[in-house]
T-cell receptor
């Protein structure tokens, strides 16, 4: 069946260092991927997305990498700040549907 | 910046009671969604809605659930007879037009079934 999963449930990072969050997906039909950030008590907040015809996309301090060969997605956060502490979810959208399938989430803890 | 809003922020109900969760999507958006997140778990798709009808629903969305867009602004999720396992955060989301448009989420309603 289709699934989107995360390798690391918790990531502790020193303030100022870079963070890398990984995600694996199994549905080859997925053609659109999104990273969301969720702070405690809030809804998922869009960070960055990437379509399957790309392998890299950059935003402000964030970069998403897509490796379709191994069905792997990663989110890189440069110069991690205390405000980056949250749970990060990857989500995928299949070509045939319009729903998002979320991964299990990785908690990022930024140490001062 | 326009945002999705949801009310109430927290709903406590007795098992077997009906609840209605309300959402106001972003005004020019055409596609609407409900998701839920059981505490400590991932966000799960419930239903999508377009052009005044359900376009897709998950196996979670059984006959106890229904959605409605009663007017031009509100989008509601009704649970007819709540069960303990319905306790979760319920998120409404909307997108403007295309499937790869950004899906914006509301702050959620925490439903507690006693």
């Amino acid at each position: 069946g289709e699934s989107v999963g995360l390798h690391l449930p918790t990531l502790s990072v020193q303030e100022g260092d870079n963070s890398i969050i990984n995600c694996a997906y199994s549905n080859s039909a997925s053609d659109y991927f999104i990273w969301y950030k969720q702070e405690s008590g809030k809804g998922p907040q869009f960070i960055i997305d990437i379509r399957s015809n790309m392998d890299k996309r950059q935003g402000q301090r964030v970069t998403v990498l897509l490796n379709k060969t191994v069905k792997h997605l990663s989110l890189q956060i440069a110069a991690t700040q205390p405000g980056d502490s949250a749970v990060y979810f990857c989500a995928e959208n299949r070509a045939a549907g319009n729903k998002l399938t979320f991964g299990g989430g990785t908690r990022v803890l930024v140490k001062p | 910046e326009p945002e999705v809003t949801q009310t109430p922020s927290h709903q406590v109900t007795q098992m077997g009671q009906e609840v209605i969760l309300r959402c106001v999507p972003i005004s020019n958006h055409l596609y609407f969604y409900w998701y839920r997140q059981i505490l400590g778990q991932k966000v799960e798709f419930l239903v999508s809605f377009y052009n005044n009808e359900i376009s897709e629903k998950s196996e979670i969305f059984d006959d106890q659930f229904s959605v409605e867009r009663p007017d031009g602004s509100n989008f509601t999720l009704k649970i007819r007879s709540t069960k303990l396992e319905d306790s979760a955060m319920y998120f409404c989301a909307s997108i403007r037009q295309g499937r790869t448009d950004t899906q914006y989420f509301g702050p959620g309603t925490r439903l507690t079934v006693l």
